[in-house]
């Protein structure tokens, strides 16, 4: 048994199909048809982790919220010796946030990350130093026009990078720097 996410405008469907080697099927990416092929046995545990990006719509400039998704599934074998029987377990949680600002049209970024800051016991947001990795993620490309609206970013194509390549990682912080340092240059 596998779940297969149906991507509607603005709303997620999970639904529980069957997957057998050699059946037609829809990619959940493209869309297009395509032919299943088993890869072997499912191991006892399926480990999936991706970092992504999310960009909010600030009153001067936006935020880059950086969140760690993780996924875990488990085979049928695995789930009569496990005490927590839950098949397929996810959890995702906002790790880093960066706040560009564009004081008199120049930008300004301020990085926070999710801590322990300087030993005092309680996690909070602290400024970034660089403890989590999270630089080279996937971009979430639906809300860019509406976040980019009232910035320079406004041209950028970073949008339709991240619509044709949605599952690649990349490093959107360095994209941003080097076309707000060369916007004419794409």
Not at 62 to 70: E, L
Not at 130 to 151: D, F, S, V
């Amino acid at each position: 048994m596998s779940v297969h996410i149906v991507r509607k405008p603005e709303l997620w469907i999970e639904k529980k199909i069957r997957l057998r080697n050699n059946e037609k099927g829809i990619c959940p990416f493209c869309g297009s048809r395509v032919t299943i092929k088993a890869k072997g046995r499912m191991p006892a545990q399926t480990h999936d982790e991706r970092w992504f990006v999310y960009v909010d719509p600030t009153k001067d400039g936006f935020v880059f919220r950086y969140f760690h998704a993780h996924q875990l599934m488990k085979s049928d074998g695995y789930l009569d010796v496990v005490i927590h029987k839950e098949r397929i377990e996810r959890d995702i949680s906002e790790n880093s946030r960066a706040i560009y600002t564009f004081p008199k049209g120049k930008p300004k970024c301020e990085s926070y990350e999710w801590g322990v800051y300087k030993q005092r016991g309680d996690c909070r947001w602290c400024p970034d130093q660089g403890k989590i990795a999270c630089m080279e993620c996937i971009l979430y490309p639906r809300n860019l026009p509406q976040a980019w609206e009232h910035t320079p970013m406004k041209y950028s194509a970073l949008e339709v990078l991240s619509t044709n390549l949605p599952t690649v990682s990349m490093r959107y912080e360095d994209a941003i720097e080097k076309y707000i340092e060369f916007p004419k240059m794409e």
